[in-house]
């Protein structure tokens, strides 16, 4: 470059002086600079920092006493795991140079690495915070999952143990388990794709809950379950999903959005799926709790019975009235007929499939055959038992009823009126009669005028009815 | 209500509600013996549901024209 030599002094130490244009003076800076700084590495925090269209990042980094401009251009900012934010302690490495159009000089960044804490730790802990904020780890959003699962989906390697472990244990709780399984990658850069794309498939071929597996690692391993990517498919999966990754102090962004963090993948398959001996049992107990209530409502149907045979009208049971114990018995043989259908039904039904359990897989053989074979069908004839006798109480509280009632209500059920022909008085006892005398017997539509043909003396009881 | 289509989840929840129900002194003898009768049913549709199953384990690949075919699982002890 030819330069321009200017006397403008009468000074001859200064008349060889050269003189630049702003852009010279600059450029050669810039060459300077860039030859002696060609390789720094620097150390402090940023602040300003912006984004320049989402790619180019530029900050200054200062310390207590002074500042520098940074640039970091997109094609090496976008490879840090984290984002670049105001606050953060970085240890930048680049060269030093000039952006010429303003004369201001900078480091051009290629690396930065966070102070203190790893890349990934803060990658982790940038991605954990925008999710957080966008609500993906609400709980109030959380599927929930089945008890039941009819089909259960399990993402994870073959190549590993952990199957094998996950296998053993739903085995133990619950021997006729469904599951589909398929094999990813679990570490590595496809392994983010792959799981994704496994939970697609798996959604498609239609299951009920999805496990996402892996053994324990350590962060750089399991990164693959941090990923945004991965985030974003568990928040929008159609089928609930449980996170196992890694060991109970492991923590993954999948962790946080899936519907449920299993602290492993051995305790994943103990949440997915019930343990069937438990639920057994449990319904064992809500069956005999049913019957306690029931037997005890009757008991207490029986002492109001007890208390309403002592009054007089059961005392006296010719009050009562043929029609009436009629009633009992029909009331009596329906119910029979009802409860001991229901109950032989239910008995048999029950034990016959606690059998079946019992024959499929040996769980507690004594107890499951005992509850419903005997114990409880022994109960149920005693609960149809004594709900007779509140049938019976039942029938009590309708006679009366019919006491309130006017006679020739009780005529019109079928009941006859007896009166002496001459005075119209009531007959209510064969000794009030004469054989031959005549009678006046009043039915609902009209009166029977009848002659006494024989008396038999036969004292009216609990009996008659017997032969009704 | 149609048992049959209950989810093993549903029947025992119901189940359990009628526990509670029968729990209640008030109720006449003839609500509870039909409660009672549905109970046994949900309990009996509850054990079904347990032995619906049968056991299974399939792995889930895509074909090379992108079908999803399942096969089953050898597992080596």
């Known amino acids: 470059m030819e330069h321009k030599k200017i006397e403008i002094f009468n000074n001859s130490q200064i008349a060889d002086t050269r003189i630049y244009t702003v852009s010279e003076l600059n450029f050669s800076v810039k060459k300077d600079l860039e030859s002696n700084f060609s390789n720094v590495w620097v ?96 709980p109030s959003r959380k599927r929930k999952i089945p008890i039941l699962p009819k089909t259960i989906g399990i993402i994870t390697s073959m190549g590993g143990a952990v199957l094998h472990d996950m296998i053993s244990v739903l085995s133990r709780r619950y021997e006729n388990f469904h599951l589909i399984v398929r094999n990813v990658n679990v570490q590595g850069i496809t392994s983010s794709i792959e799981v994704c794309d496994a939970i697609n498939d798996l959604c498609q071929y239609g299951i009920d809950v999805i496990i996402i597996a892996r053994g324990g ?20 999966c159609s089928i609930p999903v449980i996170s196992a990754i890694g060991h109970e102090t492991d923590f993954t962004i999948s962790d946080f959005v899936a519907d449920l963090r299993a602290a492993t993948p051995s305790i994943a398959a103990e949440v997915v799926i019930l343990n069937k001996s438990e639920a057994i049992e449990k319904i064992k107990e809500l069956v005999r709790k049913m019957q306690i209530h029931v037997n005890a409502k009757l008991m207490i149907g029986k002492k109001e019975l007890a208390f309403l045979i002592k009054r007089r009208i059961f005392k006296k049971p010719e009050t009562i009235g043929l029609a009436l114990w009629q009633e009992f018995d029909s009331l009596n043989s329906k119910l029979k007929e009802n409860m001991k259908a229901l109950m032989d039904k239910a008995g048999k039904e029950l034990a016959k499939q606690f059998k079946q359990i019992n024959k499929k897989y040996i769980y507690d053989k004594i107890n499951l055959n005992k509850l419903m074979a005997g114990n409880l069908y022994a109960r149920l004839l005693e609960c149809f038992k004594n709900s007779l006798n509140v049938k019976r109480n039942k029938a009590g509280l309708i006679l009366k009823d019919l006491q309130k009632n006017s006679p020739l209500l009780t005529i019109e059920r079928g009941y006859a009126l007896v009166l002496n022909e001459k005075s119209n008085k009531s007959i209510r006892n064969i000794k009030e009669v004469e054989i031959g005398q005549n009678i006046k017997v009043i039915l609902q539509d009209g009166i029977l005028l009848s002659k006494i043909l024989s008396k038999i003396n036969k004292k009216l009881g609990l009996e008659l009815q017997d032969g009704n | 209500m149609e048992i049959e289509k209950l989810s093993f989840e549903d029947a025992l929840l119901k189940l359990e509600a009628i526990v509670k129900e029968l729990e209640d002194e008030s109720i006449s003898l003839e609500t509870s013996i039909d409660k009672f009768e549905l109970g046994v049913r949900l309990s009996s549709h509850c054990l079904k549901k347990l032995n619906e199953a049968e056991r299974k384990i399939e792995e889930l690949t895509r074909t090379e024209d992108g079908k999803l075919i399942t096969k089953e699982l050898k597992l080596e002890d």
Not at chain 1, 62 to 88: A, C, T, W
Request: charged share 30%; with cysteine; aromatic share 14%.
């Open chain 1, 43 to 138: 150390e402090g925090e940023v602040s300003n920092c912006y984004f320049h269209n989402k790619r180019n990042i530029y900050f200054d980094l200062k310390d207590q006493h002074s500042k520098i401009k940074v640039v970091m251009f997109y094609e090496n900012n976008r490879k840090l795991p984290y984002e670049i934010e105001d606050g953060q302690h970085l240890l930048i490495n680049g060269y030093v140079s000039v952006y010429e159009k303003r004369g201001e000089y900078q480091i051009i960044a290629l690396d930065a690495k966070p102070v203190g804490k790893g890349s990934l730790l803060l990658a982790f802990e940038q991605l954990k915070a925008k999710l957080e904020n966008k609500g993906y780890f609400e």
């Open chain 1, 217 to 236: 690692g350590s962060l750089e391993d399991l990164w693959a379950f941090n990923t945004e990517m991965i985030a974003e498919k568990i928040f929008n």
